[in-house]
C-alpha cells in the first residue's frame, strides 16, 4: 500500500524564524507530483507547493521550499520567516498510484508564535 | 472562478435521517472527490469520478452511503440513515484529472449527527 507519513504531530516556531516540516512516503511509481497543503482554522484546504518527482531543482514558492530526497522518498517543507498567518495544519500528499487520487498524510499542527 | 461550492456548510441532525451533501466542482474539471475529515481518521478519501463515472468507491464506509454525478457541473453525497459517527467534515475536491494534478477543495461542510 502507499502511504504517507508526517512524523511530527505538532511544532511550534517563533514569529520571523524558520521551520522543517517532514514527510516520508512510499510508492512504486518513477514519475509523480507531491504536494503539501495548509489548512487553517477556516478549514479551507489550500495547495502551498508541489514538486515534480522528475525534477531534480527543488520547487519554491516565496517563503515556502520544498527539500526533495527522491532515493529516501522524502518531501520536507521549509517555512522561512514564519508569519502569524502561518498557523495551521499542514498536510503531505501524493497521488495514489500514478492516478488522481491524493493520499494524505495525518497533518502537523504549526504554531507559530510572536 | 468561484472555486469549488460545497453546500450547506453546516448541517445538525437526528440520528436516522437522510442527510444530502451538494458540491459543485469548477468548471471544466474532469475528477470529482468526496473526502472526509475526522480527527481520528484524518483525510479519508470516499470515492471519486471521472467524467461523471465512479471510478473508486472503495472508500465509502458502508450501504448507508451513496453519491451521484449526474452531470458534470454537481455532485451529492447522501447518508441514510445518519449515525452520530459520521459527524465529521465531508470535503468535496475537483482537478483538472489529468493525473499527477492537485485538487482543489471546498470548504467542507461540517456535519453533526446527534
Known amino acids: 500500500a502507499q502511504t504517507v507519513t508526517q512524523s511530527q504531530p505538532e511544532m511550534s516556531v517563533q514569529e520571523a524564524e524558520t521551520v522543517t516540516l517532514s514527510c516520508t512516503y512510499d510508492?512504486?511509481?518513477?514519475?509523480?507530483?507531491l504536494f503539501w497543503y495548509k489548512q487553517p482554522p477556516s478549514r479551507q484546504m489550500i495547495l502551498v507547493i508541489r514538486q515534480e518527482a522528475y525534477k531534480q531543482q527543488n520547487a519554491t514558492e516565496n517563503r515556502f521550499s520544498v527539500n526533495f530526497q527522491k532515493a529516501a522518498k522524502s518531501f520536507s517543507l521549509k517555512i522561512s520567516d514564519s508569519q502569524l498567518g502561518d498557523t495551521a495544519m499542514y498536510f503531505c500528499a501524493f497521488p495514489q498510484g500514478g492516478s488522481e487520487k491524493l493520499v494524505f498524510g495525518k497533518g502537523t499542527k504549526l504554531t507559530v508564535n510572536p | 472562478d468561484a472555486g469549488v461550492i460545497q453546500s450547506p456548510r453546516h448541517e445538525v441532525t437526528e440520528m436516522g435521517q437522510e442527510v444530502t451533501l451538494r458540491c459543485k466542482p469548477i468548471?471544466?474539471?474532469?475528477?470529482l472527490f468526496w473526502y472526509r475529515q475526522t480527527m481520528m481518521r484524518g483525510l479519508e478519501l470516499l470515492i471519486y469520478?471521472?467524467?461523471?463515472?465512479?471510478?473508486?468507491d472503495s472508500g465509502m464506509p458502508e450501504d448507508r452511503f451513496s453519491a451521484k454525478m449526474p452531470n458534470a457541473s454537481f455532485s451529492t453525497l447522501k447518508i441514510q440513515p445518519s449515525e452520530p459517527r459520521d459527524s465529521a467534515v465531508y470535503f468535496c475536491?475537483?482537478?483538472?484529472?489529468?493525473?499527477?494534478?492537485?485538487?482543489?477543495f471546498g470548504q467542507g461542510t461540517r456535519l453533526t449527527v446527534v
Open positions: 475536491a475537483s482537478s483538472l484529472g489529468v493525473g499527477n494534478t492537485e485538487a482543489f
Open positions: 468548471s471544466g474539471h474532469n475528477s
Open positions: 510508492t512504486s511509481e518513477s514519475n509523480y507530483y
Open positions: 469520478f471521472n467524467n461523471n463515472v465512479p471510478i473508486d
